[in-house]
Structures are given as structure tokens and as C-alpha cells.
């Protein structure tokens, strides 16, 4: 956490009483009030450009996070901090008029043993002392709580909060996401791309976060998923394009029939927009139908990239 103050004070240029408002209220986990309407929105001089990512497509900022905040969010850190944990309006709009949220982050430490306020987690790797020096990732920075009211909000121009939740106890909230915004940026580069190639572009998540008990369930060779799958970290997606809404993978390399072919032009054009914005780059996987789904490409923004 003096990380994190640290980091808010050297980057973001706020006060020192801001940064502690910061501190102390994302150490809170109650109801937050309401603020008045008036935001750093009311100046038409505001320049949202630097929060809406590579694609300009992102919808949302998160704080704390590990970089400088940028300079619009930076400014509405001191109003923000007071609304607590969550997802909140800035105040702020995209150029199409799409408002700008906030992901007021809960700080990792605070879910205290497996469960958060009823809902099933887990560990991640490294998260209990013994074993920290022997994970192979960092931990989250923090998760946010997902509700019924505010999973249908918008995180970019395609992809809702909702779109990324583990896919297990459907009945109980709130629920835990970890999600990075690289990972959306990537995934509306990707959508743009296929617009741009005249191909079917509604890309749809098929499994994005996947919190550490329900990832470990299909671990090993049944399951197929990896003990430390980049999906319990929010930075990755298995996706589909399904512009007919059907459910499955749509004819993408036009040969008039559905297989894993399409799957490898899906990662075709992922692999282009990697080259294109190393900024995202990270893991492209392949994966064939089966019985219970059909073909679909894994992409994760990793930092360095892997094929699969």
C-alpha cells in the first residue's frame, strides 16, 4: 500500500491528504455516498484521449494500478476516492458520448482467507506467505466487486463487466473480478481488424476471468487448464467471433463450414495486431471444438508472446 501512496504522489500530482482519502477508503468495504453532480467533466477543456487505450475504444480507468495515472484521472482521483470501492461514473465522456467509468479497485489483502463476502475465490498462486517466493506471477493489484446493478456497465465500446465473470455460482453476489484494461484494448484492436478485413467482427467472450478455485478444477490433463492460467490474472480471454448469435464460432476463412481453421485466421488476425501494437502483446492459442463448445482462440497480453 506505501507502494501504491508512493506511486500516487509521484505520478498523479495530487495531495498528500488526496492520496490518504485513497488509502483509506479503498480500505472500506461499506456503501459509498453520493457525490454532487459536478465533475471534472464541466470543463470542455478536458482531453479524455490518454484513458481510452490504443484502440480508443476503452470505456473505463482503474485505480490503484501500477503505472502514472493519466492526467484526467490523476485530477479526478481526490473526488473519486470518496465514492469508495467500485464502479462509478467520472463524469467524463468518449467521444461518442459513451460515459467514462471508474474501477475503484479492492485491495487484495482484505479477502481474508478463501471467500469474499460469501463468494467462492480461493488462493492465488503466492497469496499465502509460505509459498510467495515460489509463484510465478505477481498477484492482482486488487479485484473489483461485481453486483447485479453494475455488471451490465460498459468497460469498452464491445465488452461489458459482466462479459468477464467466472462462470460458477450464477445465484450468489457479489461476485470478484479481476480484469486489465490491456485486455479489452486488445481485444477491440482485434474487433476494429476484422471490421476492417470485411469479416463478421462480433467478438464474443467465451471465458475471461477465472478466480483460483474455479480454475483449479480443471487443472491437468482432463480439464486442459494451466495451474497458473493467465485467467486468474484479468489479462485473458478466450474468444469466438459469433456475429449470427448462434453461439459458436462463425465462418471466418470462408470455406463454408465451421472448424478449428477459423480459430487459426481468428489468430491470424490477432497475431496482426500484435505486430502492429506490441504494446499487447502475449499469448495466442488455438483450441479445436469439442462436445460442449466450438473453435475458439485464447489471447492474453502477457507482455511477451507465446503460441499454442
Do not use: C
Amino acid at each position: 500500500m506505501r507502494m501504491m501512496v508512493r506511486r500516487l504522489v509521484a505520478f498523479a500530482a495530487v495531495t498528500t491528504q488526496a492520496v490518504a482519502a485513497v488509502v483509506g477508503v479503498l480500505a472500506m468495504t461499506a456503501p459509498s455516498r453520493v457525490l454532487p453532480a459536478r465533475s471534472l467533466a464541466d470543463s470542455n477543456a478536458v482531453d479524455v484521449t490518454p484513458l481510452l487505450g490504443l484502440s480508443g475504444q476503452l470505456r473505463a480507468v482503474a485505480y490503484p494500478d501500477d503505472g502514472p495515472p493519466a492526467v484526467p484521472l490523476a485530477a479526478l482521483i481526490p473526488a473519486l476516492a470518496e465514492r469508495g470501492p467500485g464502479v462509478h461514473p467520472t463524469g467524463l465522456e468518449a467521444p461518442d458520448g459513451a460515459p467514462i467509468q471508474a474501477l475503484a479497485l479492492i485491495p487484495l489483502k482484505l479477502k481474508l482467507g478463501a471467500i469474499w463476502r460469501g463468494y467462492r475465490v480461493g488462493f492465488w498462486p503466492g497469496e499465502r506467505a509460505p509459498e510467495r517466493g515460489r509463484a510465478r506471477y505477481r498477484l492482482p493489484n486488487g479485484f473489483l466487486e461485481v453486483t447485479p446493478e453494475n455488471q451490465e456497465l460498459r468497460l469498452s465500446t464491445h465488452f461489458r463487466v459482466g462479459d468477464f465473470l467466472t462462470h460458477d455460482q450464477q445465484d450468489r453476489w457479489p461476485k470478484v473480478l479481476v480484469i486489465q484494461l490491456p485486455l479489452l484494448d486488445k481485444l477491440e484492436l482485434i474487433t476494429t481488424e476484422l471490421r476492417a478485413l470485411g469479416r463478421p467482427s462480433a467478438l464474443r467472450v467465451m471465458s475471461g476471468f477465472r478466480t483460483p478455485q474455479y480454475n483449479a478444477l480443471g487443472v491437468g490433463r482432463l480439464g486442459g487448464r494451466a495451474r497458473d492460467s493467465r485467467h486468474m490474472y484479468g489479462d485473458a480471454a478466450d474468444v469466438y467471433v459469433d456475429s449470427d448469435a448462434d453461439g459458436r464460432m462463425d465462418d471466418l476463412d470462408g470455406d463454408g463450414r465451421v472448424t478449428v481453421s477459423d480459430a487459426r485466421w481468428l489468430a491470424g488476425v490477432a497475431a496482426q495486431v500484435e505486430a502492429q501494437y506490441p504494446e499487447v502483446a502475449g499469448g495466442i492459442g488455438i483450441y479445436r471444438a469439442n462436445g460442449l463448445h466450438g473453435p475458439f482462440v485464447h489471447v492474453d497480453t502477457r507482455g511477451t508472446p507465446a503460441r499454442w
